[in-house]
């Protein structure tokens, strides 16, 4: 139980573009999901919390109008990367947590190219 | 808001010996602390957590010890094996909002035959 899947895996896109990344908890209904970015050899990086039919909280720093994200039922999230430039070029994780539950499991990543 | 300092960055051990990585955490209210190994290029993977009602938890050839009072938690790996090699982030769950997970820098264990 408690799978989550994303889609993407991978995805390389041109500058300019934007790329829409699913987020999906396959056995269970997720309340709360978690955007993640992580550089290569670095550590999970916060981007914004999403809950359900609400607005997502974004981290401080990352910008709302640029990465955009809708968690419109309990089991979808979605984050798009808009106007997308190279430095947006990373792997993006998402995670979900069922109800009041602690735990958090992860999708397995999105890398994003943008060339 | 919770800061989370693990260490050390790096740990090398030969296969069968123990391996131990440390975390410190700077909000007193924190009341989880999940332990993910993540292998390359894939997902983080929950592999044992602890709650501050207790201060050990084992699973097999895992452990993770917490001590409130220093604000301090650690993961032990006992008997280690190649498999083990990846990176293990410590995490602890902010208290209020939306408790999110604060993790820790991660820490690149390899194991040696």
């Known amino acids: 139980g408690a799978v989550v899947s994303q889609h993407p895996s991978r995805v390389i896109c041109k500058s300019g573009t934007s790329v829409k990344i699913e987020c999906r908890s396959l056995d269970f209904q997720a309340t709360t999901m978690f955007w993640y970015r992580q550089f290569p050899k670095k550590s999970l990086m916060l981007m914004a919390t999403s809950n359900e039919g609400s607005k997502a909280t974004y981290e401080q720093g990352v910008e709302k109008d640029k990465f955009l994200i809708n968690h419109a039922s309990l089991t979808l999230s979605t984050l798009t990367v808009t106007s997308a430039h190279p430095e947006d070029s990373s792997f993006y994780i998402c995670s979900a947590r069922a109800g009041t539950e602690e735990t958090q499991y992860f999708g397995p990543g999105t890398r994003l190219l943008v060339l | 808001g919770e800061n989370v300092e693990q260490h050390p960055s790096t740990l090398s051990v030969q296969e069968g010996d123990s391996a131990v990585i440390k975390c410190t955490y700077s909000d007193s209210a924190s009341n989880y602390f999940p332990w993910y190994k993540q292998e390359l290029g894939k997902r983080p993977q929950l592999i044992i957590d602890?709650?501050?009602?207790?201060g050990e938890k084992k699973d097999q050839r895992i452990a993770v010890t917490l001590n409130k009072t220093a604000k301090h938690f650690s993961l032990h790996i006992t008997e280690t094996q190649p498999e083990d090699s990846a990176v293990y982030f410590c995490?602890?769950?902010?208290?209020?909002?939306?408790?999110?997970?604060?993790f820790g820098a991660g820490t690149r264990l390899a194991v040696h035959p």
């Open positions: 602890i709650r501050s009602n207790v």
């Open positions: 995490a602890a769950k902010e208290s209020g909002g939306y408790n999110k997970l604060i």
